[in-house]
C-alpha cells in the first residue's frame, strides 16, 4: 500500500479516510478473485466434493486450467516488466553524470574553524579516507591520508 502524506489518521479529511479503505478492499477483492482458481484446484486435488463441483459449474477442468496458463502468462508479464524497469533505472543512474557536491560551510570556515592550513584541507578533501591526529586538549595536529 502506498503511504499517505498524512499517515495519522486523525488529521486526514474523512475523503481521504474512505479512499484508503476503499482502496484496501478493492486490493483485496482483486487477490481474492485471483487466488480463487488456484483454492479452487487445490481443493479439488484434495478431493473435496463441494470444490469439483466449482470446477464443473465453471467450465470444468480445462477452463481451469487455461485460466491459470493465463494466470502465469500474466505473472511472467508483469515480472518482465519489473526487470525491464529496475535495468533501466540501473542504466539511468549510471550514465546520469554525478553532481558536484555543494557544501554548506565555505572551506575558508573550516580552515579558520579547526586550525588547518587551506592548501592542506584542498588537497584532503577528495581523499576518501582521512586519518585525523588529535592532540590531549583535542585540537588537530595533522591529517594522514590512507
Not at 474512505?18 to 481443493?43: D, H, K, Q, R
Not at 592550513?117 to 595536529?141: A, K, M, S, W, Y
Request: proline letters at 4%; hydrophobic letters at 45%.
Amino acid at each position: 500500500m502506498t503511504e499517505l502524506v498524512i499517515n495519522d489518521t486523525h488529521h486526514q479529511t474523512w475523503g481521504q479516510r474512505i479512499l484508503v479503505w476503499v482502496l484496501n478492499a478493492s486490493g483485496w477483492f482483486l487477490w481474492g478473485y485471483f487466488l480463487l482458481p488456484i483454492f479452487a484446484l487445490g481443493c479439488w486435488f484434495l478431493g473435496f466434493k463441494q470444490c469439483s463441483q466449482w470446477i464443473d459449474m465453471s467450465g470444468g477442468y480445462p477452463y481451469l486450467k487455461a485460466v491459470l496458463l493465463t494466470y502465469m502468462e500474466a505473472v511472467a508479464g508483469m515480472t518482465v516488466l519489473w526487470f525491464a524497469w529496475v535495468g533501466y533505472n540501473l542504466c539511468i543512474d549510471r550514465l546520469r553524470p554525478m553532481p558536484k557536491p555543494q557544501y554548506l560551510v565555505d572551506l575558508s570556515d573550516v580552515c579558520q574553524t579547526f586550525g588547518i592550513p587551506e592548501n592542506v584541507l584542498q588537497e584532503f578533501q577528495e581523499i576518501q579516507v582521512v586519518v585525523v591526529h588529535f592532540d590531549n586538549n583535542g585540537h588537530i595536529t595533522g591529517l594522514d591520508s590512507i
